[in-house]
């Protein structure tokens, strides 16, 4: 499994919806809801966001939500605000106990 | 509250060895597997190996096989990654996350420790 291709970089307004994709293959992101989100700010920790391609974790807000479609999976993120900006990652599992991440997409908030 | 603390990072000469410990608790360790995760500097994440719950099964990245061995002490809740031969490209920040089984069967990283930094170099 090779890593998962992600834009370099999104930006959005405020209050506007931005989308984030992660691109696999078929034995990866094609293959079922394998793929999580993740949301890492400057110097933190990396932070859940979705996981089984659309669903969230408690606490998670509802303004983040993922997809899929083919290959390609999608986090897209609606009424933007400033605490969104960050880096974002994708993540297929693979099976056995194998994972593979995205090379990350910094969100600006313009 | 799930909480996990990483410590052992450091300074190391290339060819060198070095342990992880990750503390863990707010959770039945045992209950969990567990997994590293790494991050070179201004670089993206990489998954790097993870264990079972009882510890009987362990999986690693091919760029460490053979010189990393991750380990879990369950009575004292605590999750180790020993390093050894280590080369300039582990330079890395290193976290703990703890793995969940979701209701589809699909494991992701729930929560996360807030890293150790790995520098390898002369």
């Given at each position: 499994?090779?890593?998962?291709?992600?834009?370099?970089?999104?930006?959005?307004?405020?209050?506007?919806?931005?989308?984030?994709?992660?691109?696999?293959?078929?034995?990866?992101?094609?293959?079922?809801?394998?793929?999580?989100?993740?949301?890492?700010?400057?110097g933190k920790a990396?932070?859940?966001?979705?996981?089984?391609g659309s669903k969230?974790?408690?606490?998670?807000?509802?303004?983040?939500?993922?997809?899929?479609?083919?290959?390609?999976?999608?986090?897209?993120?609606?009424?933007?605000?400033?605490?969104?900006?960050?880096?974002?990652?994708?993540?297929?599992?693979?099976?056995?106990?194998?994972?593979?991440?995205?090379?990350?997409?910094?969100?600006?908030?313009? | 509250?799930?909480?996990?603390?990483?410590?052992?990072?450091?300074?190391?000469?290339?060819?060198?060895?070095?342990?992880?410990?990750?503390?863990?608790?707010?959770?039945?360790?045992?209950?969990?597997?567990?997994?590293?995760?790494?991050?070179?500097?201004?670089?993206?994440?990489?998954?790097?190996?993870?264990?079972?719950?009882?510890?009987?099964?362990?999986?690693?990245?091919?760029?460490?096989?053979?010189?990393?061995?991750?380990?879990?002490?369950?009575?004292?809740?605590?999750?180790?990654?020993?390093?050894?031969?280590?080369?300039?490209?582990?330079?890395?920040?290193?976290?703990?996350?703890?793995?969940?089984?979701?209701?589809?069967?699909?494991?992701?990283?729930?929560?996360?420790?807030?890293?150790?930094?790995?520098?390898?170099?002369?």
């Open positions: 499994h090779s890593a998962l291709t992600q834009p370099a970089s999104v930006s959005g307004s405020p209050g506007q919806s931005i989308t984030i994709s992660c691109t696999g293959t078929s034995s990866d992101v094609g293959s079922y809801n394998l793929v999580s989100w993740y949301q890492q700010h400057p990396p932070k859940l966001m979705t996981y089984e969230r974790p408690s606490g998670a807000s509802n303004r983040f939500s993922g997809s899929k479609s083919g290959n390609t999976a999608s986090l897209t993120i609606s009424g933007l605000q400033a605490e969104d900006e960050a880096d974002y990652y994708c993540c297929s599992y693979t099976g056995n106990s194998n994972w593979i991440f995205g090379g990350g997409t910094k969100v600006t908030v313009l | 509250e799930v909480q996990l603390l990483e410590s052992g990072g450091g300074l190391v000469q290339p060819g060198g060895s070095l342990r992880l410990s990750c503390a863990t608790s707010g959770f039945t360790f045992n209950n969990y597997a567990m997994s590293w995760v790494r991050q070179a500097p201004g670089k993206g994440l990489e998954w790097v190996s993870a264990i079972s719950g009882s510890g009987r099964s362990t999986e690693y990245i091919d760029s460490v096989k053979g010189r990393f061995t991750i380990s879990r002490d369950i009575s004292g809740n605590t999750l180790y990654l020993q390093m050894t031969s280590l080369r300039a490209e582990d330079t890395a920040e290193y976290y703990c996350a703890k793995i969940s089984l979701g209701m589809s069967g699909i494991f992701y990283f729930d929560s996360w420790g807030q890293g150790t930094l790995v520098t390898v170099s002369s």
